[in-house]
């Protein structure tokens, strides 16, 4: 049984009311009071310009303490930036890579992480190296051990693959990095607000997501985690007011001094506002309870395993244990092109995604879903063999 009744929260979004939304690994959907916070944000700092500004800051740092206690962790550990795919730059970019370095990923990683990864090798000489993703967790940790050599400074993977919804063992891999020699930087784009997420279980290096997936939040509001020891490991390649605690020019000098936290990665103009919308969606879930949201999503994707799994002809790509998941179940149907599929349902209202790698298409199961709503995906499905 799931934890909370969806019925009232679902008439808090409108989308709901016409369509099957099953793609929150792409971007979820804002609440309804959850957008009035937000837009009225953006009402007052549009409105009010500079006469807002001290609010705005106040803003900022309430949102960046709310998504400190989040992940338990400093809020001086925390940047805001646009969206995962600018975490995974600020890392890369701003390592001191020596040629033959190596970085390694794995072989399900969005364009967030493996498009960088790809430029990386192509510009530096930095070799890019791939450890297979399993449905074992034993296995994908050998994988990784094989992977690693005396070289590899860095590993950089998804918390859950976006592609087949594993959950891959996090902790493990930041402690096989550590005893290497190397770091590591851990993607939560599809993990966030869809499991627990813990800086100080997880010992990694470095941390990126997003407040538009399982969050619920509005667009451009990423963030970035970095441990305190590795703050000063990062260049900065783009600097500009914010950056710097101190500046001044002396003659021709100029002298400075960087924000001693992870402040250092925010400059320039920002829209401050999306981070209250950021914190108005952290705060509609904690009124659920956390825990009672994740308990919803883990319950929900094993029902909508069983489920599916009565399709003749589907064979899931997801691991059925919670412990090796999270909110995505990814399918296939081998005599159908999963785009074509996700196509289809698509005409019928049922928003999924399609994937690559493995090829499949992919179901979200979100804090405002039912079982119902995956006994409509089966029907379709069932249609359309």
């Known amino acids: 049984m799931s934890v909370y009744d969806c019925t009232p929260l679902r008439e808090a979004i409108p989308l709901l009311r016409d369509h099957v939304y099953l793609n929150t690994g792409t971007e979820g959907l804002l609440a309804e009071p959850v957008l009035s916070d937000y837009l009225a944000a953006i009402a007052r700092q549009e409105r009010e310009g500079h006469v807002a500004l001290e609010w705005r800051y106040a803003e900022l740092e309430r949102t960046r303490q709310v998504v400190a206690d989040l992940v338990h962790a400093h809020p001086d550990t925390i940047a805001f930036t646009r969206n995962a795919t600018d975490g995974h730059n600020l890392v890369l970019y701003g390592l001191d890579w020596q040629p033959g370095d190596e970085l390694l990923i794995s072989d399900q990683e969005h364009p967030a992480l493996s498009h960088p990864a790809a430029y990386l090798q192509d510009q530096s000489g930095v070799v890019v190296r791939v450890f297979g993703i399993d449905a074992d967790p034993h296995v994908t940790l050998r994988n990784v051990g094989a992977a690693l050599t005396a070289k590899t400074r860095l ?174 179940i990814t399918f296939n149907v081998p005599s159908r092109s999963p785009a074509e599929i996700a196509q289809e349902l698509r005409r019928q209202g049922i928003v999924t995604r399609h994937t690559t790698t493995p090829p499949g298409v992919r179901a979200s199961a979100a804090y405002f879903n039912t079982t119902q709503d995956f006994a409509r995906l089966a029907a379709a499905l069932r249609s359309l063999m």
């Open 155 to 328: 590993i950089a993977f998804s918390h859950v693959s976006c592609e087949s919804g594993i959950r891959l063992p996090a902790k493990r891999i930041c402690q096989l990095a550590r005893e290497h020699g190397a770091w590591s930087l851990l993607d939560g784009a599809q993990s966030l607000g869809a499991i627990p997420v813990d800086m100080a279980e997880l010992t990694c290096d470095f941390f990126v997501s997003n407040g538009h997936k399982w969050l619920c939040g509005p667009k451009e509001t990423g963030i970035l985690y970095v441990r305190p020891d590795r703050l000063d490991a990062l260049t900065l390649h783009a600097v500009g007011a914010g950056t710097f605690e101190r500046s001044s020019w002396r003659g021709e000098d100029f002298c400075y001094g960087l924000q001693p936290s992870a402040r250092r990665f925010e400059f320039g103009t920002r829209n401050q506002a999306a981070l209250v919308g950021l914190r108005a969606a952290i705060a509609w879930l904690q009124d659920l309870g956390l825990p009672n949201v994740h308990g919803h999503i883990a319950d929900l994707a094993e029902r909508a395993h069983r489920i599916l799994a009565e399709v003749p002809g589907i064979a899931i790509v997801t691991p059925r244990s919670g412990e090796q998941s999270a909110g995505i």
